[in-house]
Every structure is written in C-alpha cells, then in structure tokens.
C-alpha cells in the first residue's frame, strides 16, 4: 500500500473525515463498477457505493492493514452485493476446486480488441456471464485485481477463483468466436 495511503488511512482511523473523503475519492470508481456489474442497476450500484464506504468508515479503527485498502473495500462491496443476491455465494461456491495449478494466462481481452463494435460486444458477453463469473472477470480485469486478492476478498479458495476465471474466459471466447463468425459471413 503507497505510504501516502497509508498515512491517509492512519488519519481517517483517528476520526480525520477528510482524509477519509481523499480514500473514497480515490475508490470510489472502482467500488461502483464492481457493484454495477454484479447488481446491473445503476441506483443500486449506487446505494452499494455509498453503504460500503458507511461500512468501511463505521469499520476502519479495526482495519490492521493485513491486506491492501483495496482489498477491504471489495470485501465489503461484495458482501453487500451477495446480501442482495443470496444465491450469487452459493454459485461461487459451487464452482469447486477442479482447477489444473497451470492453467494458460491471457491478457485482459479488452485490451487485444481494437473496434469500438467488438469492445461493446465483449462487454455485453460479460453482462451476459452468470453471476459468479462477471464479478471473478470484473475483479480481475476490470479491477485489476490478482488471483490471490480475489481469492482474499471474495473468502474463496484460490483454485475456485482460478476455475471461474477460467471457465468465464472459454464463455467469453466462444462468444467473440461466434460474433467473428457472423462477420465472416457478412
């Protein structure tokens, strides 16, 4: 964690709202874009938003710093958002632990497609994706978030995230396969 944030958090922790207000700026983007993604309602998205850092600020003089800032938050943005899907944790939690330790990585898919048409498809496949598989893919390449952070702010194990991970990229492969497919034809 940067040594400014850290300072912030150790002044927000001792009642500075200030401080405080420069941590949800910095976060706040990235809080509503996890919670958008998993809820599909702006409104709602917002209402998560503005909950998790409620939460976080009630919480914060019991944050030790054992995981990053980032980390906490998505916790908290998460729980909030399976509280409002119940049966999003029993989904990632069924996902199970069959994963190969050597799974092949792939670079952000967003990044390797150039039209702004197949960016608006790709991101309406994600939109598309169960539950359990839009919020791995949105912590992940959205959020930028590693495997073991997933695995920390979702309280999964680390073969489960990379299993989801996994298995959402094949979802997502075949439908830019199919849209190629239809261009091909045209």
Known sequence: MP???QTLIQQAQKGNQDAFALLIHEHQKYVYNLALRVVKDENEAL?????????AWTALPNFKGQSQFRTWLYRIVTNLCYNRL???????N???DDVMEDIPQFDNPASEIES???????HQAIDELDSQYKILITLR?????SY?????????????VKTGIFRAKEQLRKSLAHLEESWITV
């Open 86 to 92: 119940p049966n999003l944790r029993k989904s990632l």
């Open 47 to 55: 209402d998560l938003t503005q909950e998790t850092f409620v939460r």
């Open 148 to 160: 073991e952070e997933i695995a920390s702010t979702l309280n999964l194990p680390l073969g489960t």
């Open 141 to 145: 390449y959205q959020n930028e978030l």
């Open 3 to 5: 040594a400014d944030e």
């Open 116 to 122: 702004n048409e197949t960016r608006k498809f790709l």
């Open 94 to 96: 069924d996902l199970g």
